[in-house]
């Protein structure tokens, strides 16, 4: 158990929906990152939080978005859901991005988009 | 963000060590390695990660080469738990802007572990 808790486990939806992944980060830990695994893109970074802020931006598409609140738990909103949106989506966190320190992933919601 | 690349995939006994290759031949001096592995159904989880030096930890060893182009993931007795991707990725401590912080997974290499 990494102490990151993610829900709901299993999303199951319609094309054109919008729904709502939460995040909670390990104690202590100020920084979250929202990952995407797909089978055919892999594990790819969308974004990342640093107490309350965003910090850095990778391959998260403009239906996407994500916040984090004051006490710190994350959510990541998608919306106009697609069928490729269908993926696993893994939130980790960490105490300080600006250092080599570990993320802690939590196992994963699976959204599923028919 | 310097690219490393990972056989496929590997196979190993149980018990018996298993050593992971991983070559990044751009790497730059504020380049860490570091190593995650998923195991079916999970999330990532963090194995072990080092600069120069050669790392040990209750997991795993990590050997780097005296160049860093390439380094070594050892697990001393694989266990059929270890059957998992094993990501070797490389983070530089002193990235701004959108790599702050962020893992950039490859495919990893499938280990499999035979009983």
């Known amino acids: 158990d990494s102490g990151v808790t993610q829900t709901p486990k299993h999303l199951i939806t319609a094309t054109g929906q919008r729904v709502t992944l939460r995040c909670s980060p390990r104690s202590g830990d100020l920084s979250v990152y929202w990952y995407q695994q797909s089978l055919d893109q892999g594990l790819q970074f969308l974004i990342q939080?640093?107490?309350?802020?965003?910090?850095a931006k990778g391959n998260i598409l403009e239906r996407f978005s994500a916040q984090q609140f004051p006490d710190l738990h994350s959510e990541l909103n998608l919306s106009s859901l697609e069928l490729g949106d269908s993926a696993l989506y893994f939130c980790?966190?960490?105490?300080?991005?600006?250092?080599?320190?570990?993320?802690?992933f939590g196992p994963g919601t699976r959204l599923t988009v028919l | 963000d310097a690219k490393t690349t990972q056989p496929n995939s590997m196979e190993s006994n149980e018990e018996e060590p298993v050593h992971l290759p991983c070559n990044h031949s751009?790497?730059?001096?504020?380049?860490?390695i570091h190593w995650y592995r998923q195991l079916p159904s999970q999330g990532p989880e963090y194995v072990i990660h080092g600069l120069t030096s050669n790392v040990n930890n209750r997991m795993a060893s990590l050997a780097i080469a005296e160049d860093r182009k390439s380094s070594t993931l050892i697990l001393h007795r694989a266990t059929l738990r270890d059957a998992a991707v094993y990501y070797c990725?490389?983070?530089?401590?002193?990235?701004?802007?959108?790599?702050?912080?962020?893992?950039?997974f490859g495919q990893g290499t499938i280990l499999t572990v035979h009983p």
């Open positions: 939080y640093y107490n309350g802020e965003e910090r």
């Open positions: 751009t790497i730059s001096g504020t380049d860490y």
């Open positions: 980790a966190s960490s105490v300080d991005p600006r250092t080599t320190d570990t993320q802690y």
């Open positions: 990725i490389l983070r530089d401590v002193n990235a701004g802007g959108t790599s702050y912080g962020k893992l950039t």
